[in-house]
């Protein structure tokens, strides 16, 4: 017997959850900052706890940088902003939540 989602009481073959959580509107904020010896990275805060992990990794495959996730933000190297925008979008995000700054 397959595993039910606690969320949707669906089979874990046939949940939504996940494609509908990244379909509602969220504020995501993606900005760069400096690092330590004068580095750049790129920070995407208002990914939801529960897709940070996987999203870090997507991120980092599409864009071909290293990176990490702390706490609730997604830190990756290098100045990615518009390039994770356009893989953000492309992962499942809609680009009306997304805000570049």
Avoid: W
């Avoid at 997507?58 to 706490?71: E, Q, S």
């Amino acid at each position: 017997m397959s595993e039910i989602c606690p969320k949707c009481g669906l089979p874990k073959e046939l949940c939504v959850c996940d494609v509908l959580d990244k379909e509602t509107e969220t504020k995501i904020k993606i900005y760069k900052k400096k690092a330590k010896f004068n580095k750049v990275m790129t920070v995407i805060e208002g990914i939801a706890a529960n897709s940070i992990e996987e999203t870090t990794k997507d991120l980092k495959r599409l864009l071909a940088c290293g990176g990490t996730y702390k706490g609730n933000q997604i830190e990756l190297q290098g100045d990615h902003r518009e390039a994770t925008k356009k893989a953000l979008i492309n992962i499942g995000y809609k680009a009306s939540g997304i805000d570049l700054e």
